[in-house]
């Protein structure tokens, strides 16, 4: 299947510091989407992403897809402890997960 | 605000034993999906299902598993001969239309533990 790949693995960040994933893929996408697990928890829709160059934002989140439609970001300003989790991008058409990235924050 | 449901939320199997795994999707919803997590690993896709037959599956889902629609709530994963390394946690999620455009809807997981 189409694999997208996310980095970092992991990210520990102090709070209150920003913090960036990143997924990428070798062909074009058609959208992404990005999805956040809390731990222990089921993956929780956050946003969808269709155009190329788009970007969106919900409160200290902002989501990019690039120019190609072949990477994808999501920044998070000024991280808070419920940011922790681990966020996944997915290319819903092939409805493949990437790898994920878990943030832990420390207070 | 609907959602999904699935259960058991939590199954302990002897290795060799058949397993099924209840979902009931939102009421709605016309696309299904069974997706696996093993523990500290990513979300992994096993199926999609649409108007009572598989529309996609992956190299994950073999002769082993089985989805049916028995009833019109109903979307049930059937693991025919458990394997130690089924031990996962399993998501069903539901979406209205096809795939990409909407959101999945995650069940909280049916935690499948194989001995």
């Known amino acids: 299947g189409q694999q997208v790949m996310q980095i970092p693995q992991y990210q520990h960040v102090q709070e209150g510091e920003d913090f960036t994933t990143y997924c990428n893929s070798s062909?074009?996408?058609?959208?992404i989407q990005w999805y956040k697990q809390r731990p222990g928890g089921h993956p929780v829709f956050l946003i969808q992403?269709?155009?190329?160059?788009e970007v969106k934002k919900q409160k200290r989140l902002t989501f990019q897809f690039g120019e190609a439609k072949k990477n994808s970001s999501l920044h998070i300003t000024a991280t808070q402890t419920t940011d922790v989790g681990t966020y996944f991008c997915?290319?819903?058409?092939?409805?493949?997960f990437g790898s994920g990235t878990k943030l832990n924050v420390k207070p | 605000e609907p959602e999904v449901t699935q259960t058991p939320s939590h199954q302990v199997t002897q290795m060799g034993q058949e397993v099924i795994l209840r979902c009931v999707p939102i009421?709605?919803?016309?696309?299904f999906y069974w997706y696996r997590q093993i523990l500290g690993q990513k979300v992994e896709f096993l199926v999609s299902?649409?108007?009572?037959?598989?529309?996609?599956k992956s190299e994950i889902f073999d002769d082993q598993f089985s989805v049916e629609r028995p009833d019109g709530s109903n979307f049930t994963l059937k693991i025919r001969s458990t394997k130690l390394e089924d031990s996962a946690m399993y998501f069903c999620?539901?979406?209205?239309?096809?795939?990409?455009?909407?959101?999945?809807?995650f069940g909280e997981g049916s935690r499948l533990t194989v001995l």
């Open positions: 999620a539901s979406t209205p239309g096809p795939s990409g455009t909407g959101e999945l809807f």
């Open positions: 062909t074009t996408l058609s959208n």
């Open positions: 992403l269709v155009k190329s160059g």
């Open positions: 997915i290319n819903f058409n092939k409805f493949y």
């Open positions: 009421s709605n919803h016309l696309y």
């Open positions: 299902f649409y108007n009572n037959e598989i529309s996609e």
